[in-house]
C-alpha cells in the first residue's frame, strides 16, 4: 500500500502565487524526499528532509516535517509557469525490511501565466 | 556522465511476449531500482538491487524477474508479458550511503504497451 498520500491531488494558480502541497504518511520514516515529473519525462530529485529535521529550505522550495503528526510540505514560492508539473513525496520506511522509497500518488500543479 | 539510460523508449508487446528492458548507470551507483508508474498510482517498486549479485523484491515483483551481474547494468525482464503491465517503467539509481536513501536518479523511460 502507498506510505505517502499527496493532497491536493491538483492544484491550479496563477504566476507569482505561492503553491503548497502536502504529504501524508503512515509509519515513522528516516527521511521524506520530494521530487517533480515534467510530463512524459523521469522523476527530479528537488530536496530530502531527515527525520530529525523541520525544516529545509532550497531556492524558493521550502519544505517542513512533523513527524508527530506524520505529514510533509512543500512551498513553492514566486511561482512560475515553468514549474507546472507533478510533485511527489517519497518515504523510506524506519522499520521496513529492506532499502526501498514508497512514492505517493503526486499532486498535479498547473502555473497559469 | 550519461546518467540513467534506459532502452528502448517504446515499446508494443502482444500478450505471452517475453522482453527485456534494459537499465545503466555510470555513475557506480550500488543502489538501482525498477518502478512502474500507472495513471494516478504514482510509483510502484518492482525490485530493487544494493549490488552487484543481489537483488531483492518491491512491492508488485510478480511477472518481473531482475538479474544484477556488474554494478552498471540492472536489466527488467518480463516473462509473460500481460496487458496488466501496461505501463511506463522507470530505472533509478542512487549510492548507498549512512542514513537511508538518499537522491534518487532517474531514467527517462520505457513506455510499454501489451496488447
Known amino acids: 500500500s502507498q506510505q505517502g498520500e499527496e493532497d491536493p491531488q491538483a492544484l491550479s494558480i496563477q504566476e507569482g502565487e505561492n503553491a503548497t502541497m502536502n504529504c501524508s504518511y503512515k509509519?515513522?520514516?528516516?527521511?521524506l524526499q520530494w521530487y517533480r515529473q515534467n510530463s512524459g519525462r523521469g522523476l527530479v530529485h528537488l530536496i530530502l528532509?531527515?527525520?530529525?529535521?523541520r525544516e529545509k529550505h532550497s531556492g524558493r522550495l521550502r519544505v517542513t516535517l512533523d513527524t508527530s503528526k506524520k505529514s510533509s510540505s512543500l512551498l513553492i514560492t514566486a511561482s512560475r509557469a515553468a514549474d507546472t508539473a507533478s510533485y511527489f513525496c517519497?518515504?523510506?520506511?524506519?522499520?521496513?525490511?529492506?532499502?526501498?522509497?514508497?512514492f505517493g500518488e503526486g499532486t498535479q500543479l498547473t502555473v497559469n501565466p | 556522465n550519461a546518467g540513467v539510460t534506459q532502452t528502448p523508449k517504446f515499446q508494443v508487446l502482444k500478450t505471452g511476449q517475453s522482453m527485456t528492458l534494459q537499465c545503466a548507470q555510470d555513475?557506480?551507483?550500488?543502489?538501482m531500482s525498477w518502478y512502474r508508474q500507472d495513471p494516478g498510482m504514482g510509483l510502484r517498486l518492482i525490485h530493487y538491487?544494493?549490488?552487484?549479485?543481489?537483488?531483492d523484491q518491491g512491492e508488485v515483483p510478480n511477472g518481473y524477474n531482475v538479474s544484477r551481474s556488474t554494478t552498471e547494468d540492472f536489466p527488467l525482464r518480463l516473462l509473460s508479458a500481460a496487458p496488466s503491465q501496461t505501463s511506463v517503467y522507470f530505472c533509478?539509481?542512487?549510492?548507498?550511503?549512512?542514513?537511508?536513501?538518499?537522491?534518487?536518479?532517474f531514467g527517462p523511460g520505457t513506455r510499454l504497451t501489451v496488447l
Open positions: 517519497a518515504t523510506e520506511g524506519r522499520l521496513t525490511s529492506g532499502s526501498r522509497l514508497t
Open positions: 509509519t515513522s520514516i528516516n527521511n
Open positions: 528532509i531527515r527525520s530529525n529535521e
Open positions: 533509478a539509481s542512487s549510492p548507498l550511503l549512512a542514513g537511508g536513501l538518499n537522491e534518487q536518479f
Open positions: 555513475m557506480n551507483h550500488e543502489y
Open positions: 538491487s544494493v549490488g552487484a549479485g543481489i537483488t
